[in-house]
């Protein structure tokens, strides 16, 4: 399988494409991957070098990729953070490109706006660009239940709500909907929820609360996530190995005290997960 990953790139610690392409290379994909970023180290430091790239670099990325005949190859494209419409606009651009070599490639979107607590953090207008242009052209979308409220248009406060916020947004077009970071009002205050729909029903997965603050682990679980589920065809089992993988990352990384998820040592989880999590029809 071979995979065009468009996010970020951190030269120290592991976010957007640190995160996410070792994982789908250790599976057994390749990646191709294009960098909207490059930067020293991911903004969660408060401080960093480095450069924003424009729209028209990914374009030309692309096109090279065109030029070497390799786009029917591409099963899909993933992207995540967009620092600007103009990044937007490029990534949906060489979702097009790629489609009209592969028509049965898919576009993931990890529509990335913002989170419980900390509210919007991305550039005014990548909001409405995510809700009115990339969700809407994404085969499979992964937000978090603040991106899940704005996205939807409606306050989720029990499992009732979400399920009813991930059909409206599987009338704006995906077919698959994977909802991270999930805490209502029926998630046990020691725990997590993921949930997952693909139109044959909704899938929740319960992991342990760990308590970690860092950054990175949603560009992993989307890129696990939509690995599975092209090579399964089911939302479901998707979900159970995604989960069980970031979990076994994310414990590693809190046994550890790292403030860098340990993408490399707990590599292991990827392939082989150390503990797995029921997943429930609800």
């Not at 029903?201 to 690995?227: C, E, Q, S």
């Amino acid at each position: 399988m071979n995979i065009l990953s468009i996010q970020s790139w951190v030269a120290y610690g592991h976010v957007g494409n640190a995160s996410a392409v070792f994982p789908m290379q250790r599976l057994g994909c390749e990646v191709w991957a294009i960098h909207t970023v490059q930067f020293s180290n991911h903004t969660g430091y408060g401080a960093w070098k480095g450069r924003v790239y424009d729209g028209t670099m990914v374009d030309e990325l692309v096109e090279g990729l065109a030029e070497r005949g390799v786009l029917p190859r591409c099963d899909g494209v993933i992207s995540g953070y967009m620092g600007s419409s103009d990044i937007g606009n490029a990534i949906l651009a060489a979702v097009d490109k790629v489609r009209s070599a592969n028509p049965a490639a898919t576009y993931c979107c990890d529509p990335v706006i913002g989170d419980i607590g900390r509210g919007v953090f991305v550039r005014p207008g990548i909001p409405e660009f995510m809700r009115d242009q990339a969700v809407p052209a994404a085969d499979v979308i992964t937000p978090n239940r603040f991106e899940l409220e704005y996205l939807a248009g409606r306050e989720v406060r029990r499992l009732a709500d979400a399920k009813a916020a991930v059909t409206a947004l599987h009338a704006a077009g995906p077919k698959v909907v994977l909802v991270t970071s999930l805490d209502t009002d029926d998630t046990p205050d020691d725990a997590i929820d993921l949930l997952a729909s693909d139109g044959s029903g909704f899938f929740r997965v319960r992991t342990p609360r760990l308590g970690l603050d860092i950054n990175g682990a949603g560009d992993a679980i989307a890129a696990l996530f939509n690995l599975h589920w092209k090579r399964s065809g089911s939302a479901a089992e998707a979900l159970d190995l995604a989960s069980a993988s970031i979990y076994g990352l994310l414990k590693r990384t809190a046994e550890a005290g790292s403030r860098e998820i340990l993408t490399v040592a707990a590599q292991d989880e990827f392939v082989t997960p150390s503990r797995r999590f029921e997943v429930v029809a609800v």
